[in-house]
């Protein structure tokens, strides 16, 4: 979603309404084994979480950056190079190519960091789990990014490259155990709310005389960063919200299920979790899925569009 060329807010995050009412659909089924189920309620918890997240972060990025005026914003970005994807949350542009790649976490329990710089949650009744390091998972999304950039030949002036920050944001009212600082530097670890305050000390750390020197070297003009965030905008790959595991699919239907007269061709087996008619192969809406989808023994797990559903069951509704 883009805001117009008078805001610095140029993408906002995609729409996830429809995914979250396909899972909260799909828990109705009565299609679904034990794992199907687990993993249903599950991807539904971590949506909603993530949803939740993104929105309290998107809400403190915009409201610090809506007057900005050597930065663009882009939320919610997917982009693929060489096979590798990069799944940016919040991705913030400087007039002297500073991207600053920050990484929405939202965590139901406490989160943990030790002098390793091992991350885990702690819930309330005592258990703990480790979990990837979202800082290094943003370092990932840096070296796709830069790969991407290099591509586009997106450089500063005088050949400088672009250069890299990272932030992890946590919801507001999260609790943080950090280790001693100097063990692990854990000050990029922040909560949504202390964004403006976060880039300013960042800034007074990381920006040197030198660095300055070097920014002002390279700085571009609004209308260039413009023309870069529209550039990978036009890259954004969103992934389909109704996009589901192979396992998810539903089961084989049972021997008593009715079949095709003898002359009809036998779906492609692919059929069965694709939004497609499987005679006559057009896309059709989720509510017709949904509809063969729960009724497996009349349509054999396969989707068809209104008037080829009639046709499988020789027109009886």
Request: hydrophobic share 35%; net charge positive; charged share 25%.
């Amino acid at each position: 979603m883009n805001t117009g060329t008078s805001s610095p807010i140029l993408k906002q995050a995609d729409d996830q309404s429809r995914r979250l009412a396909l899972l909260t659909d799909l828990q109705q089924s009565p299609l679904l084994d034990a794992r199907q189920r687990d993993w249903l309620r599950e991807e539904l918890e971590r949506t909603k979480r993530g949803m939740q997240g993104e929105r309290e972060a998107t809400f403190h990025i915009n409201s610090e950056f809506r007057d900005a005026e050597h930065h663009v914003v882009l939320h919610d970005l997917r982009l693929e190079v060489d096979g590798e994807v990069a799944q940016i949350d919040h991705l913030i542009i400087s007039r002297a190519l500073r991207f600053y790649l920050l990484e929405t976490k939202c965590f139901s329990g406490e989160l943990r960091i030790n002098a390793q710089g091992e991350f885990s949650v702690r819930y309330g009744e005592g258990r703990e789990y480790g979990i990837p390091s979202p800082l290094e998972q943003s370092r990932r999304h840096e070296r796709v990014l830069a790969r991407l950039l290099d591509k586009l030949e997106i450089t500063g002036r005088l050949g400088a490259k672009p250069t890299f920050h990272h932030a992890v944001l946590l919801h507001p009212k999260a609790i943080i155990q950090r280790p001693n600082a100097q063990d692990f530097d854990s000050s990029n670890i922040i909560k949504a709310d202390q964004i403006g305050t976060w880039r300013i000390q960042y800034n007074e750390k990381n920006v040197t005389g030198l660095v300055l020197v070097n920014a002002l070297i390279n700085l571009h003009s609004m209308d260039s960063v413009r023309a870069i965030a529209d550039k990978l905008l036009r890259l954004h790959r969103p992934v389909n919200p109704l996009e589901l595991p192979a396992f998810m699919k539903p089961k084989a239907a049972p021997p008593t299920a009715p079949t095709q007269s003898p002359t009809a061709t036998t779906p492609d087996p692919a059929l069965k979790r694709k939004l497609v008619c499987a005679t006559c192969g057009q896309k059709i809406r989720f509510t017709e899925g949904k509809f063969c989808w729960n009724r497996e023994q009349r349509f054999g797990g396969f989707q068809y569009c209104r008037e080829h559903q009639q046709q499988v069951t020789g027109g009886k509704g």
